[in-house]
Structure formats: C-alpha cells, structure tokens
C-alpha cells in the first residue's frame, strides 16, 4: 500500500473555517490594539494563539491535539494577516 504525500493535502471546510476564524479574531485585536486598548489585544491575541494550539487551562496539551494537524496553523498564519488588516487605518 502506498504512503500518502504529506503535500498531497486538500484544503478541508474545517481548514477554512479555521482561517477565517483567525482572520475575525486577527482583526479585532488589530482594531482594539490601534484604539488604545492594547492589553485586550494582547490578552485576546495570547488566548487565541494557546487555544489554537491546544494548550489547557492547566497547561497541557490533550492527547488529540498531540498529533500533527493543519487547522491550527491555517488559523494563526489567518489571524496575523487579519492582525495587520486591523491595524490599517
């Protein structure tokens, strides 16, 4: 049986709903950081980059989240250009 190519990876509905997830929240905190509310952004921002990657509140990864998966990174590399959207005035 043939191994699969790790390039040969199809953009899923969870994939893109995870980018334009970041990109809302990239936006937002963009928007709250260029109004003076930088510490919201920052808190929002450190939030959304732990939960992404699966961090507990206590600090551990869950054993689902060990294993390598794209939906995080669609989600963080969105929610930085959504960040640099939101600060343009």
């Known amino acids: 049986m043939p191994s699969r190519s790790t390039t040969d990876h199809h953009i899923t509905d969870i994939d893109f709903l995870a980018a334009i997830f970041g990109v809302i929240i990239g936006v937002l905190a963009g928007y709250a950081s260029e109004h003076g509310f930088r510490s919201v952004a920052i808190a929002g921002g450190v939030l959304f980059i732990g939960l992404s990657l699966g961090v507990g509140v206590n600090g551990t ?22 960040g640099a959207l939101g600060t343009l005035p």
């Open 61 to 82: 990864m869950p054993g689902v989240h060990r294993k390598r998966r794209r939906e995080p990174w669609y989600a963080l590399a969105a929610f930085l250009m959504g």
